[in-house]
Nanobody, 122 residues
Framework: QLQLVESGGGLVQPGGSLRLSCAASGFTLDRYTIGWFRQAPGKEREGVSCITSSFGVTHYADSVKGRFIISRDNAKNTVYLQMNSLKPEDTAVYYC???????????????WGQGIQVTVAS
């Protein structure tokens, strides 16, 4: 059974950093595109970043470009999202998802983790 589990969320001050992890089980993560998404209260889920299965090509939403870095550790079957220079508007529940697409649209992904809260506040 394909399963994704996020970890690493929490409360951080503006300007701080967090690293989210997305651990996969039941499948080999590097055969799928893995995307990170977020959903703030009252807002639709939006794509943040993704890393493709082939060559590990990365894509970022404009709102996080230059601040967030997505990476993959195939040996650990885990994808990371390093979040730097965090802003209050980055506050959301963050999800990782997997599918055989190259997309930042949540509608294109079938396999989802349960989500983890990230709060940026002083």
């Amino acid at each position: 059974q394909l399963q994704l589990v996020e970890s690493g969320g929490g409360l951080v001050q503006p300007g701080g950093s967090l690293r989210l992890s997305c651990a996969a089980s039941g499948f080999t993560l590097d055969r799928y595109t893995i995307g990170w998404f977020r959903q703030a209260p009252g807002k639709e889920r939006e794509g943040v970043s993704c890393i493709t299965s082939s060559f590990g090509v990365t894509h970022y939403a404009d709102s996080v470009k230059g601040r967030f870095i997505i990476s993959r550790d195939n040996a650990k079957n885990t994808v990371y999202l390093q979040m730097n220079s965090l802003k209050p508007e980055d506050t959301a529940v963050y999800y990782c998802a997997a599918d055989r697409v190259i997309s930042l649209s949540p509608n294109d992904y079938d396999y989802w983790g349960q989500g983890i809260q990230v709060t940026v506040a002083s």
